[in-house]
């Protein structure tokens, strides 16, 4: 695992973005197959869309070749509605830049059959030939997507049920009444957002240093979903000093070194 800490979250914000718009590049560079991108969403990764966005607008980089697959949606809440993840999506990026209708996917939280819905999704990323680069956030107990602690680690896409922790943490979007936030989800699973051949997990704010300590010291485990990533042969974190005031001092320096030492 990486650890890529900046001076906040700006800086780091920028830095994913920059990573990503590279890594579609570097791809287009040598095969016309398309580049599959998984998204995610909540108030962590809006900077970097933004900057994306710009990106995009400027030349640099091109969606007219993703294909991309967000990570969840709130079961029973109209697409339309301010706070779904549909409406979120289109805001922050898609109304913004060259990605073609037909090659976004979010999952149907209004699914008349959820479950077969959560199926056709794991068909559709295999079918597009898996991802790429998965990008996400973390909540502050440290879920995944909507794969909450005591999610299993090998859990793939499916119907979940969101903890009160998180319905209060998510009601700020709900006029701050956690009864207002959904109760259940689809989510994709742990498992497959570490099917990706790469993980980029954006984290900023004291809010998250708990959960990181977990992520990156404590064992792996499905009380931390976001531990699952100890497993994956390219995970990065990309996160701000704050985020990262609970690690020890030790590991702190040796994510520094690293990075130093690799960028000399
Ligand atoms: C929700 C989303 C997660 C996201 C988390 C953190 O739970 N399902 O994908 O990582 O919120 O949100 P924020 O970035 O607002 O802290």
């Known amino acids: 695992m990486k650890v890529i800490i900046r001076n906040n979250a700006s800086e780091g914000s920028l830095w994913a ?46 969606f007219r070749n993703v294909i991309s697959f967000n990570m969840d949606e709130y079961v029973g809440l109209p697409e339309s509605h301010p706070e779904s993840y549909h409406s979120f999506m289109h805001k922050y990026l898609f109304d913004h830049i060259d990605e073609k209708p037909e090659n976004i996917h979010i999952l149907d939280g209004n699914a ?27 909540g502050e107990d440290g879920h995944i997507a909507f794969n909450e602690p005591f999610s299993s680690l090998e859990s793939r896409t499916r119907v979940v049920t969101l903890t009160r922790d998180t319905r209060e943490v998510n009601a700020r979007f709900f006029g701050g009444d956690y009864n207002k936030v959904p109760r259940q989800a689809l989510t994709v699973g742990v498992a497959t957002v570490l099917s990706a051949k790469e993980v980029v997990i954006l984290a900023f704010g004291s809010k998250k240093a708990a959960a ?47 990075e130093e030492a690799e960028t000399k």
């Not at 059959?113 to 973390?138: H, N, Q, R, S, T």
């Open 17 to 62: 973005a920059h990573y990503i718009a590279g890594q579609i590049n570097a791809k287009a560079a040598v095969t016309a197959e398309p580049f599959v991108l998984g998204l995610c969403t909540g108030s962590t990764p809006i900077e970097t869309y933004a900057e994306l966005i710009r990106m995009v607008k400027a030349g640099e980089v091109s």
């Open 112 to 138: 008349a059959d959820p479950v077969a819905e959560c199926a056709a999704y794991e068909k559709a990323i295999a079918e597009a030939g898996g991802f790429d680069l998965f990008l996400g956030g973390v």
């Open 212 to 258: 990181l300590k977990d992520a990156i010291e404590g064992p792996l485990s499905h009380y931390c979903t976001l531990s699952g990533l100890q497993t994956h042969p390219a995970g990065t974190i990309v996160c701000d000093e704050l985020s990262v005031g609970e690690l020890k001092v030790n590991s702190y320096r040796y994510f520094k070194a690293v």
